[in-house]
């Protein structure tokens, strides 16, 4: 099977940390696969040609952004990855660090496993992972983003994130539905900056 096909339509928007405003893909960003389903995404504002985004050391790391695999949709994924040019800083044919097969197998799966989930009103994470503690807090309506009961929540432009705001957990364990030790698991769904995508700067 193929990956889908690439459009010039705009997958996401966002501000990168230099201050520049992008719309990948386009001629001003460059999107590489990144572990097993993640992205990196170069632009044009730290002065490096991208031709050799995918290359180290940089100068600086401000020019790179990372969505994760869980935060587009299913089929936003699936145009990310039709729109991907090359890896970023890997060998996709080496066994992962962490996890069973090589970048470019576990990367298939991902592939695959969004393409059965593209057509799904409330998709599963395309990684394959379960987060109990989420799927708990579900079980309330998210004070914060006004998810109703057994929807995930959202960010304000209407991209569903994997983990519950923090004020859905606190919420759940009011309400008995989740305990104390449960809500002290780690929260991502507050803590990735960004709107209108869950991007993030590179650290190193």
Request: aromatic share 4%.
């Amino acid at each position: 099977m193929q990956s889908a096909e690439p459009t010039d339509e705009a997958i996401v928007t966002y501000d990168c940390p230099l201050g520049g405003q992008h719309a990948p893909p386009g001629d001003e960003v460059r999107i590489m696969f990144w572990d097993g389903g993640e992205f990196v995404v170069a632009c044009v504002c730290g002065g490096e040609p991208l031709t050799e985004a995918n290359s180290q050391p940089h100068p600086t790391r401000d020019h790179l952004v990372m969505i994760g695999a869980n935060d587009p949709t299913p089929a936003e994924w699936l145009r990310l990855d039709a729109a991907a040019d090359g890896w970023y800083a890997l060998n996709p044919h080496t066994p992962r660090e962490h996890g069973t097969g090589t970048y470019a197998q576990q990367r298939q799966q991902i592939r695959e496993r969004a393409r059965e989930l593209a057509d799904e009103a409330e998709p599963e994470p395309i990684d394959g992972n379960h987060d109990e503690r989420d799927e708990a807090a579900r079980g309330v309506v998210c004070p914060k983003c006004n998810a109703n009961s057994g929807r995930k929540c959202q960010r304000p432009s209407g991209h569903r994130v994997r983990s519950s705001h923090s004020a859905r957990i606190e919420a759940a364990v009011d309400d008995g539905v989740l305990t104390p030790q449960q809500e002290e698991a780690d929260d991502t769904a507050d803590a990735t900056p960004g709107e209108q995508v869950a991007l993030t700067g590179w650290s190193a």
